[in-house]
């Protein structure tokens, strides 16, 4: 018989790989670069954090600007797949890239 404390944490593993597979998927299919082999959070690249950042709030995503985690990487943003569901991994990459091509037609990439 499983320990229901073990079996409990694997379903959070589980549900974890997955949300984070589908968003590296998802962000894959649109060309958008995305690092995350592990863990909850994704890094993703961009030319300027606070327009990407607001930009996705705008579409009811909260993600956190890269530069307080980062050392000697260039600006991204961090985006937690905590509670990500693998069917909303799709829409988040889609606004992603709508944000995108409006943050280089606003500031110029």
Same mark, same amino acid.
């Given at each position: 018989?499983?320990? $229901? ?10 549900? !974890?790989? @997955?949300? %984070?597979?589908? !968003?590296? *998927? ?11 082999? @592990? ?5 993703? $690249?961009? %030319?300027?954090?606070?327009?990407? &950042? ?13 530069? *307080?985690? *980062? !050392?000697? @990487?260039? $600006?991204?943003?961090?985006?937690? &797949?905590?509670? !990500?569901? $693998?069917?909303?991994?799709? *829409? ?10 409006? @943050? ?6």
């Amino acid at each position: 018989m499983r320990d $229901p404390q073990w079996q409990a944490d694997l379903d959070g593993r589980l549900l !974890l790989t @997955s949300g %984070r597979n589908a !968003l590296l *998927r998802a962000f894959g299919d649109r060309a958008i670069e995305a690092h995350g082999a @592990s863990g909850m959070n994704l890094w993703v $690249p961009v %030319r300027d954090e606070s327009a990407a &950042v607001n930009g996705l709030r705008s579409y009811g995503w909260w993600v956190a600007a890269g530069a *307080r985690f *980062r !050392l000697a @990487s260039g $600006p991204g943003l961090r985006i937690s &797949v905590a509670d !990500l569901e $693998p069917a909303d991994a799709v *829409r988040l990459a889609s606004d992603f890239a709508a944000v995108l091509g409006e @943050s280089e037609a606003t500031y110029g990439g």
